[in-house]
């Protein structure tokens, strides 16, 4: 039995094995349609979501299984004060498989511990989201057509933003990447990334303020938008929403084959004119998303299609 808290806890072999499967779901549907018959979900989200709770219950229900679970803390046991340990035996007794949000960092790896069924990180406060990170590679390989050989602008809330640090631990185990840390001061990449993953591989990353002195160099500019729910301050939060917003002026400094990802959800970091623009791919994105964890069901269940 294996579970999901990392992008590297899969191999890059077996993680491109996954991306394979994802494409063959987008490609050939109702092949997968009964896959896991029989088969239950739960969804354990201690802290709100819609495209990761929806895209997980997508899913599961297009893959033919059910799914049960909760969408907020308050209408869990959690309320009562049930830890995450004896929340996840219960629902072991229930469900076949679990995807968990938790705002607290490894809570996910917690309940794994005492799981009786495969758990996947959905997202733990600043830490992880690894299916975030699934669903950014099919997007760039599909859209790309690889994974090495680019440059990747990361730009707005690196300090918080748990899909840029799980992006970047993905990326650099392919040849030939490059990121440009776009940020403020006060939301600058956390010293244990730059200094633990990126120097120690001897990763190349230059790390400016200006998003329109980045733009010229970029194959993929990354998106993400100021965490109000990270802030203890809302002077703070107030002070650096605003601070980057990409509108057509910016993007018409990128390369015309350049492509912009954002996770989701964006208040006003995306101008809505972006929209329009072939190269906005951010809800394309979020179909891949579907894809990739059908594919990540399948997988820890150790479902064979053929």
Known sequence: MRHLMSPLDFSVAEMDQLLAIADDIE????KY???????TLATCFYEPSTRTRLSFEAAMLNLGGNVLGFSEASSSSASKGESVSDTIRVISSYADICAMRHPKEGAPLVASQKSLIPVINAGDGGHEHPTQTLTDLLTIKQLKGHLDHMTIGLCGDLKFGRTVHSLINALIRYPNVKFILISP???????YIKEDVLEKNNIPFVEVERLEDAMADLDILYMTRVQKERFFNEEDYIRMKDFYILNNEKMS?????MIVMHPLPRVNEIAVEVDDDPRAAYFEQAQYGVYVRMALILTLLEVEVC
């Open 27 to 30: 490609k050939n549907p109702t």
């Open 33 to 39: 349609q009964y896959a896991c018959k029989g088969k």
């Open 185 to 191: 001061e006060e939301l600058k990449i956390p010293s």
């Open 253 to 257: 400094l990128g390369k015309n084959d």
